[in-house]
């Protein structure tokens, strides 16, 4: 397949086996599909050593962090690749954050630093040069609003047409407006996520359009560079925690896929522990989870932390495997815990869009249950940007979202005052 060897699909189910030639989403079982290599045919230290002499690139495609790891994101020519750059987001102490969950070595992995501004860019970068290689001239997905914004971007630069359906009511303003800027037909279907998920796959199949949600085995092989990259800012020493959230169960499934090849690369020598979080009100993994049950949908999710409002996500099977490869847990956390706990992330100068939050709502949440050690060294995903949902930002600090439950309880809430001097001075006191 266009130069690439010792790469092929293989069913996270039943373990059967496809060649690249062919587009495939799933396997004839129903089976979502990974990306697999012979890891035994990669020397692991010279790899790691190759990884470093690239750190700092200025141009090129190898500049990216995404393809600095290409060899195991996908290994082809360059002149295939579809690549804005994406990835080289910086690892911030996690500063009043920190203070607020109660852990003293924080890190707070920004991925809203990423070109369209969420991690869903080191995805499609893999995501779209895949299109690139089969060959494809329109590709579809259904969003939330992050995906639809990145697959609009690197489809306009890359020439191909893209196709997004997004539920009707909330998608949030920024999400929305990139995807329209970026020059996405954009289809608003009477449905939810869930039920746009259901039609993309639908008309992908008989459309012969490229489908690019996070069911595509590749998106999942561009967002193990988050941990790649975290590793590397990290000199290769392994936190203890990472925490991340969980809505589609893509990026999660993606950590730690990304880890546990590093770790049989003997890259790394230790496994970190992986906590992923879910919106209370939209948390299939966390009961499923607690409940030691089978994996039941959920058929109404709502959560103001919309990138994660998804019942019936496509990668829990991979999820739970990576959870149970790295003794991970599931945790979920309240709408008032999401937003409290983005007030401090955005309070410490950071910023982050709510579902983005649920890492550090999360991670306090298991500092309190004794589960994360104050003590541990912890790294946080912030998904997306703070840009991203403004009305949550704005509707939070003027304290209007009580009727969905949320108090302004860390508001910041703007002055109106008359013009005059006295007037700023009692308002800059605080009286
Ligand atoms: C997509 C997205 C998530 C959820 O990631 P999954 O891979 O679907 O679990 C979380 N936060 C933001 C900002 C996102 O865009
Ligand atoms: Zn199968």
Redesign the pocket.
Same mark, same amino acid.
Do not use: R, Y
């Given at each position: 397949m266009k130069g690439i060897v010792n790469t092929w699909l293989e069913c996270v189910h039943c373990g059967k086996q496809y060649d690249l030639e062919q587009v495939r989403y799933n396997c004839e079982c129903g089976g979502i599909l990974d990306v697999k290599r012979d890891l035994s045919k990669i020397d692991g230290k010279k790899l790691k050593q190759l990884w470093e002499s690239r750190w700092g690139m200025k141009r090129g495609p190898l500049s990216s962090g995404v393809w600095r790891y290409k060899e195991l994101i996908l290994d082809v020519a360059e002149e295939y690749i579809v690549t804005r750059q994406e990835g080289n987001t910086r690892l911030y102490p996690a500063g009043k954050a920190a203070e607020y969950a109660g852990i003293r070595n924080f890190l707070l992995k920004h991925? &809203?630093e990423n070109p369209t501004g +969420?991690?869903?860019d080191r995805g499609m970068t893999c995501g779209a040069t895949a299109a690139k290689i089969y060959d494809a001239t329109s590709v579809a997905c259904a969003s939330?609003?992050?995906?639809s914004a990145s697959m609009a971007s690197y489809a306009a630069i890359s020439g191909m047409k893209s196709i997004i359906f997004i539920p009707e009511g909330k998608i949030a303003y920024g999400k929305l407006a990139q995807a329209l800027a970026f020059g996405g037909i954009t289809l608003q279907i009477k449905g939810n996520f869930d039920d746009g998920m259901e039609l993309v796959q639908e008309v992908c199949a008989k459309l012969n359009i490229y489908l690019l949600n996070?069911i595509n085995p590749f998106r999942i092989e561009g967002?193990k560079a988050i941990g790649y990259e975290i590793l590397q800012q990290l000199d290769w020493e392994v936190p203890d925690w990472f925490v991340?959230?969980? &809505?589609?169960?893509?990026?999660? +499934?993606?950590l730690s896929k990304g880890l546990q090849e590093l770790y049989e690369l003997g890259i790394i020598s230790k496994i970190p522990r992986i906590a992923?979080i879910q919106a209370e009100g939209s948390n299939p993994l966390a009961r499923m989870w607690k409940n030691k049950t089978g994996y039941v949908p959920l058929k109404n999710p709502d959560t103001i932390?919309t990138?994660?409002k998804?019942g019936n996500?496509v990668?829990w099977e991979k999820?739970m495997r990576g959870l149970e490869w790295c003794n991970g847990v599931v945790e979920d956390v309240t709408e008032q815990e999401i937003m409290d706990a983005k007030a401090m992330v955005d309070a410490a100068g950071i910023g982050?869009?709510p579902?983005?939050c649920?890492s550090v709502a999360g991670a306090k949440k298991l500092v309190d249950m004794g589960i994360i050690s104050p003590d541990a060294k912890v790294v946080g995903i912030l998904?997306?940007n703070i840009l991203?949902d403004p009305d949550a930002v704005v509707g939070y600090h003027k304290d209007t979202l009580r009727d969905m439950g949320i108090k302004g309880v860390y508001a910041n809430k703007p002055h109106v005052i008359e013009p005059t001097l006295e007037a700023v001075k009692a308002a800059i006191s605080g009286k």
């Open positions: 991925e &809203g +969420s991690f869903k939330t609003g992050n995906t996070s967002q991340i959230p969980g &809505g589609n169960l893509g990026n999660n +499934s993606a992923v932390a990138a994660i998804i996500p990668s999820a982050a869009e579902a983005s649920c998904t997306g991203k």
